[in-house]
């Protein structure tokens, strides 16, 4: 087994066995790599989730809720559009930056 991959022992339903079992047939692979393969699937659209509500509620920034997604932020803007979220802008921070790249 290689070093990244450990072991993992958990409970399931009979449901998510038998549905694991027909994407592995699916999938023409073995149990362990359709567990893998939805695992991943799963993880990240729950950190797609998570990222989304996080901005949502105003603790994570755009740039922040983008990296927890582990999407880039053109992408997350995109993900914000499907949610039906409004962006939120800091006119502040866009003042700032004006003022820095060209003066009063």
Known sequence: MPLNVKHLT?????EQVE???????EEKTDR???LRKVLDIGIR????RKAV??????????????EEAGVS???FYKILEEEGIPVKIDTAAIRE????????
């Open 53 to 66: 509500e996080g901005y949502r509620r105003g603790v994570l920034s755009i740039g922040k809720a983008a």
């Open 19 to 25: 549905m694991l079992d027909r994407i592995s047939r």
């Open 32 to 34: 362990s790599t359709a």
């Open 45 to 48: 659209e729950y950190m797609r």
């Open 73 to 75: 932020i053109t992408e």
């Open 97 to 104: 930056a004006l003022k820095t790249d060209f003066g009063d």
């Open 10 to 14: 958990g409970r399931v339903d009979r």
